[in-house]
């Protein structure tokens, strides 16, 4: 079977005044039959979080493994950590696998402070 890709590119702009603040995020998402890799490039802030959960939570009803690479990711507020622990939590009770990979040091020290990654690694 040839893998299914979906591809989604979702400019972050709630209202007028944010239009040219840079408030962009890319999501790219390859499915194959059994893992889903999730590509976030951007910011994943306030001003992105309905978007980012959106795109990311549709596909969490499919029994795939998901990883999700952050490497491009170049902003995280608190609306972001929330959505990966609510992420983290939804894989759990729907019986799929979780795991991020490739942090940027920026991200790596959030996940630190918040003790997140220990959370995010952990089994439930």
């Known amino acids: 079977m040839v893998p299914r890709v979906v591809i989604r590119d979702t400019p972050c702009l709630l209202s007028p005044s ?6 962009i995020m890319n999501i790219r998402m390859e499915c194959t039959e059994r893992q889903c890799l999730i ?18 939570f549709s596909p969490l009803s499919a029994d795939h493994a998901f990883v999700i690479d952050l490497t491009k990711v170049d902003d995280i507020d608190v609306s972001g ?6 992420l983290k939590l939804e894989s759990y009770l729907r019986g799929n696998r979780l795991e991020l990979i490739s942090h940027n040091s920026k991200l ?6 918040s003790e997140l990654q220990a959370f995010l690694e952990k089994s439930l």
Do not use: F
Request: hydrophobic letters at 45%; aromatic letters at 0%.
């Open 18 to 23: 944010l239009i040219g603040t840079g408030n």
């Open 39 to 56: 590509d976030i490039e951007g910011k994943m802030t306030e001003d992105c979080a309905e978007q980012l959960r959106r795109a990311l």
């Open 81 to 86: 950590v929330r959505l990966l622990v609510m």
């Open 108 to 113: 790596d020290e959030i996940m630190s402070l």
